[in-house]
């Protein structure tokens, strides 16, 4: 799988708008990227994914480069309950074995 | 509710005591896998199941073993458990009937092995 590339950390305020970066330069184009988050104490969570399209949920949107070389998942009010590690993945289309390759993630910590 | 249940949450035991970890999914899923989460590593597969009695190895099978006799199980068992398998296991599945669907995740089982 493409490698992606993610700040540490970030910090925001509460009720605040939070835009993580993730950058993925080598992506090919069946590569779908996938956004999970990791609260305390708690197992991978599913926030949003896309191909090409910016893409909403409840959750979360996800913002798509033109090229494809990089994303944001957006925030839109930032709540305590946000604070935890978000990983950007990219997973091919398809394929026998739905392995998801978690880096390091960005530790997202939100003020009161 | 969906879920992925992990028992137990926490476990402590001694070098060579064999260990089962359980994983049971209720939304019928095909596809079910195990994670361990260490420090510095991130989350790395163990093992994984596209259905019932198919199973096959990760990037990190040394250790373990797993079974799948129905679809909703999918233990994870430590024959002769040594020190270096202490960490936090993860079970995750996700259906097979459609591309791209998310994978539910346990709340984990943190395991020490003295």
């Known amino acids: 799988d493409a490698k992606t590339t993610q700040p540490n950390s970030m910090e925001s305020n509460e009720e605040e708008p939070v835009h993580l970066p993730c950058n993925h330069s080598?992506?090919?184009?069946?590569?779908?990227i996938h956004w999970y988050r990791q609260l305390p104490s708690q197992g991978p969570e599913y926030v949003i994914h896309?191909?090409?399209s910016n893409v909403n949920n409840r959750m979360a949107s996800l913002a798509i480069a033109e090229d494809r070389k990089s994303s944001t998942l957006i925030l839109h009010r930032a709540t305590l309950r946000d604070a935890a590690v978000y990983y950007c993945?990219?997973?091919?289309?398809?394929?026998?074995?739905?392995?998801?390759?978690f880096g390091k993630g960005t530790l997202l910590t939100v003020n009161p | 509710e969906a879920q992925v249940t992990q028992n137990p949450r926490y476990l402590i035991t001694v070098t060579g005591k064999k260990l089962t970890v359980t994983c049971s999914q209720n939304?019928?899923?095909?596809?079910m896998s195990w994670y361990r989460q260490d420090p510095g590593l991130g989350l790395r597969q163990i093992y994984y199941?596209?259905?019932?009695?198919?199973?096959d190895k990760g990037d990190v099978p040394e250790g373990y073993k797993v079974s799948r006799k129905e679809k909703r199980n999918f233990p994870l068992i430590l024959e002769s458990p040594s020190p270096n398998q202490t960490s936090l296991y993860f079970c995750?599945?996700?259906?097979?009937?459609?591309?791209?669907?998310?994978?539910?995740f346990g709340d984990g089982t943190r395991l020490s092995i003295l």
């Open positions: 993945i990219l997973r091919k289309r398809g394929g026998s074995n739905y392995k998801l390759t």
């Open positions: 080598t992506i090919s184009g069946t590569d779908y």
């Open positions: 995750a599945s996700r259906t097979d009937r459609a591309s791209n669907q998310p994978q539910h």
């Open positions: 896309g191909l090409t």
């Open positions: 939304m019928n899923h095909e596809y």
């Open positions: 199941s596209m259905n019932v009695e198919v199973t």
